[in-house]
């Protein structure tokens, strides 16, 4: 299936033979009976194809894996309960003690909890590139330990793009397999693997579902891979459950996502329940029109927030003024996603007043939604790091992160100019120095002229 549209609504759809039900139906069922005791242990150990139990396969899961899967061109993919858990069960089913991660450090702050107190615990070494568009750095930082290279399509929430076919070029050079989290752009905007990605990951609870009800996460091999010569000795070894002959030997090409389903996935046990799989597959069906409209307004909204003398940056990549944008005009000529960050002269204290004035923007942590969302990082979802962390990761206290949704523009320009009002009103258009700043603004701050009134055409 060629064509995205006719791919998000058709690809992998479990057609129910017996009932004739258009839609993929929920199986919300714990396991799967067996006709014979033949069927059972073939099931389990003899190779035969079925389910036995929703912990390691589900009818209605397995249709969405398999229509993400084709929207980002792979071969397979797993689907589980979050996008955290999609992140650890890719990373898992790769890395063990003693290896080493490169990554990007313009990652979500999650990730990067989960690789500094979650995957450093387990003894797997983490290190982040500095400049990720520059590729000599990257080059430079592998170590003969270097078991994957790691970062986000669009970063979140610098919105920086990321060279995939340079990291991917760098990654094969020496051996080493790309993973690419291609949340913020979703396959409809970009597909890493067309450009080397060799596993993309999804939080499947922003854009794939989009309708901010669910959590799911997604993994997709892109087959590109060879696993066969890698350096993954869990997968060309010998092992026990496979009565000592190898992944690659039992499952060739598959030899990644047969372990990662059946060792990481299944025994960790971060499982996606029936119904959110179905949740989300209603999602994927209009992911084409909700990103091409919600990356539309993102630009405009990203042009009009930087006419405004009251701030100093704005992070969208669609705007020619932003690093990333001849990156942009390369990976995602469609549109540049509807996540965006604009920075206040005022810092955290005029950050506060337009946080608090708006009322369309929803004030959460959460992107990808058909409402729009604003979330301000420095005191919520990056507070927990060092300062000098946030200061190298461009989370200022006068950073606020916008997640544009399906309402009309002009909506959200009038609710943006309300926030805008209020930093004027409070009089905290430069930095008050008496009012403690999560960080010290960023940038330097330009002549402000205060204009007597706001409003939305401005
Ligand atoms: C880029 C990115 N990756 C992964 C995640 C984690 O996803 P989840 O919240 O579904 O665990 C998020 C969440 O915001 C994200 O923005």
Redesign the pocket.
């Known amino acids: 299936m060629s064509e995205f549209s006719t791919a998000q609504v058709h690809a992998g759809e479990a057609r129910d033979a017996a009932h004739g039900a258009r839609v993929t139906p929920i199986y919300l069922t714990a396991g799967f009976e067996f006709d014979s005791f033949a069927q059972a242990e073939g099931r389990f150990g003899g190779g035969e194809a079925g389910y036995t139990y929703s912990r390691s396969g589900n009818p209605t899961t397995a249709a969405l894996e398999r229509r993400v899967a084709a929207l980002e061109g792979g071969r397979e993919a797993i689907a589980v309960?979050?996008?955290?858990?999609?992140?650890t069960v890719a990373l898992l089913g790769l890395v063990q003690a003693g290896d080493h991660i490169l990554s990007a450090q313009n990652?979500?702050?999650?990730?990067r909890g989960l690789f500094e107190n979650g995957l450093r615990r387990l003894g797997i070494q983490l290190e982040f590139v500095d400049d990720p568009a520059d590729l000599a750095e990257w080059r430079r930082r592998i170590r003969p330990n270097t078991r994957v290279l790691f970062g986000?399509s669009?970063?979140?929430p610098g919105t920086d793009i990321l060279d995939i076919a340079g990291v991917a070029d760098v990654a094969h050079e020496h051996g080493i397999p790309f993973v690419v989290?291609n949340?913020?752009a979703t396959p409809y905007l970009l597909r890493p693997g067309d450009f080397g990605a060799d596993i993309v990951?999804?939080?499947?609870?922003?854009y794939l579902g989009g309708h901010g009800s669910t959590?799911?996460?997604v993994v997709v091999d892109q087959g590109s891979y060879d696993w066969s010569t890698s350096p993954f000795a869990h997968l060309t070894g010998p092992d026990e459950w496979l009565e000592g002959a190898s992944y690659v030997q039992v499952h060739g090409a598959a030899a990644y996502t047969a372990f990662s389903r059946s060792v990481v996935a299944s025994l960790f046990g971060p499982v996606l329940s029936p119904m959110n799989a179905f949740l989300i597959q209603q999602g994927v069906e209009t992911l084409s029109l909700r990103v091409q409209r919600q990356s539309d307004t993102a630009l405009a909204v990203a042009r009009w927030l930087e006419t405004q003398p009251e701030i100093t940056r704005v992070d969208y990549a669609g705007l020619e003024s932003h690093p990333s944008h001849p990156l942009a005009q390369r990976y995602l000529p469609r549109g540049q996603g509807a996540?965006l960050g604009f920075r206040l002269a005022g810092g955290a204290a005029a950050a506060e007043r337009f946080y608090d004035a708006v009322d369309l923007f929803s004030r959460m942590?959460?992107?990808?939604d058909v409402r729009s969302l604003i979330l301000h990082p420095a005191s919520t979802?990056h507070a927990h790091l060092p300062a000098e962390v946030r200061e190298e990761t461009g989370i200022g206290g006068g950073l606020l992160r916008l997640s544009i949704g399906l309402e009309d523009v002009d909506d959200l320009i009038a609710d943006l100019a309300r926030g805008i009002a209020a930093v004027v009103a409070a009089d905290v258009t430069v930095p008050d120095v008496t009012v403690p700043d999560v960080t010290a603004p960023d940038v330097t701050v330009p002549d402000v002229t205060v204009p007597d009134a706001v409003g939305a055409g401005r």
């Open positions: 309960g979050s996008g955290q858990a999609a992140l990652v979500y702050s999650g990730t986000e669009i970063a979140n989290d949340t913020l990951v999804h939080s499947a609870s922003k959590l799911g996460g996540v942590t959460h992107v990808g979802t």
